[in-house]
DNA sequence: ATCAACCATAGACTATACTCTAATGTTGTG
DNA sequence: CACAACATTAGAGTATAGTCTATGGTTGAT
């Protein structure tokens, strides 16, 4: 007998409900980013008596790095974009790395913006101390 | 005869036309903004034959807050909270220092976020430069 | 006085991102 | 072998954040 997990790139082997558990994020937002194209599990060939879908580890990392982009503001589409910059075939070398690079370039606004936002609200807190409003 | 700039907190004074041009942000957006409580024009009393709203620079800073807050994912609800934990008389001063307190642990948190997403990024990067991917 | 360019309100429409329900089938433990 | 706890799909419903249209009034330059 042939262990299967030699034969697979799967280090782990989970259905929704444990991937759902895993992560915190419901196994309809799950099924809603796999229909969206963000992540995407495998059915198993071997068994025909059921159509339930497996997910791996990296899912796992691809989910956190879903509720991370979300929670900064980008969208569903801008994060399939990123996804598929690193993981798809269908952009060229360059072209992965383009699109990269630009999202590089929103994070660093981001990160700007987040500063500007922080030095307001301190200053907002000021105004409040010294009741200036 | 009163200079009526002497008598009102406005610096400058305009309609919803240039404010929208200076700062980018579409007219119906403003009036969208306005419905939801985020900024306040103030009509004149004083003319009768119309009823326009006036807009002064500080509705200019509101809105550029708004636009980065908007950009690094904050709701309308969030930013208006902070906006009248900053403007507004119907918090105590305790309540204002909570509420900004809270929204800078959540500048922290997608401070963050946005290091973790630029980390991996950069990662996916080298992944596609050395063909792991 | 006319007319383009503005102003206002109300409400319909759209996109995004979930969130839930219904109907139905499968698995595994007592 | 019952049955709770899982799985599937399709599609309806909701919340958020705009975006647009219709209708009607005002302003200011010619």
Redesign the interface.
Known sequence: MVDIYFLTPYICNMLINELSKKTGISTHTIRFYEKSGLIEGKQDESVKSNNYFHYDDVTIEKLE?IS??????FTIKEIGQ?ID???NRKYT?KQ??EI??E??IS?E???R??K???K???Q??D???N?R?
């Open positions: 790095f991370d982009a979300k929670s900064v503001g990123i910059a690193w993981y070398k992965k790395l990269l690079d999202k590089l994070l606004q981001k990160m913006e987040i500007e936002m922080k307001q609200i301190l907002f807190k105004d409040v101390l009741d409003c």
